[in-house]
């Protein structure tokens, strides 16, 4: 089984709506993140939270929230999806050492 | 943050050494130097990192200039499942705060059978 998971692994989505994407892990890690990366380009920051109770925003948070519901669980909210939120979304985790682990993506586009 | 810059694109011989520069003129005594690659149509792959020493893992050998404003990440022997794009970051040490990756472009690497 894989150590990231993440729901749904594609969704198509209208502009205006609400939609949330799921990560779970099973590494035991303290620290997860979400990146977005746009064609051609690299992954950027969105979220990060270093424990259940800590959430940080990153380089792009605008138009986005999450929620921590558990160790394991890191969701990412889009409170009113836009076409410019189209891309790839990244789930990572890493403990307080160096390596993340990623997860294996979600394609949303909004149309 | 310190950047990084690397060549947009590199190619490789099959079972032949593949050498990707990174440049980091910029770099800070508390950088550490990771590198990370993203194969198609997955999530991004831990591959090394170092400080100041050359370092070797399964994966590759990270060779590290003695100013540290370049590294070099080797692969010995490319395969066709090494074909990726290979991204150098830098980033400070761990427990300094935050602890956040910082892609660029990176580099497209094709491996020719």
């Known amino acids: 089984d894989a150590d990231v998971t993440q729901t749904p692994r594609n969704r198509i989505t209208k502009t205006g709506k609400r939609i949330m994407l799921e990560c779970s892990q099973t590494?035991?890690?303290?620290?997860m993140y979400w990146y977005r990366q746009d064609p051609g380009l690299g992954l950027r920051l969105i979220y990060y939270?270093?424990?259940?109770?800590?959430?940080n925003k990153g380089e792009i948070s605008d138009g986005y929230s999450v929620s921590r519901q558990a160790q394991a669980k890191f969701s990412l909210s889009l409170e009113s999806a836009i076409p410019n939120q189209t891309a790839l979304y990244f789930c990572?985790?890493?403990?307080?050492?160096?390596?993340?682990?990623f997860g294996p993506g979600t394609r949303l586009t909004v149309t | 943050d310190a950047k990084t810059t690397q060549p947009n694109s590199m190619e490789s011989n099959e079972e032949e050494p593949v050498h990707l520069p990174c440049n980091h003129s910029?770099?800070?005594?508390?950088?550490?130097i990771h590198w990370y690659r993203q194969l198609p149509s997955q999530g991004p792959e831990y591959v090394i990192h170092?400080?100041?020493s050359n370092v070797n893992n399964r994966m590759a050998s990270l060779a590290i200039a003695e100013d540290r404003k370049s590294s070099t990440l080797i692969l010995h022997r490319a395969t066709l499942r090494d074909a990726a794009v290979y991204y150098c970051?830098?980033?400070?040490?761990?427990?300094?705060?935050?602890?956040?990756?910082?892609f660029g472009k990176g580099t497209k690497l094709s491996v020719i059978p």
């Open positions: 590494k035991g890690h303290d620290r």
């Open positions: 910029t770099i800070s005594g508390t950088d550490y």
């Open positions: 970051i830098l980033l400070t040490s761990p427990g300094a705060g935050s602890y956040q990756l910082t």
């Open positions: 990572a985790t890493s403990d307080y050492g160096v390596e993340q682990y």
């Open positions: 939270s270093f424990d259940v109770k800590d959430i």
């Open positions: 170092g400080l100041t």
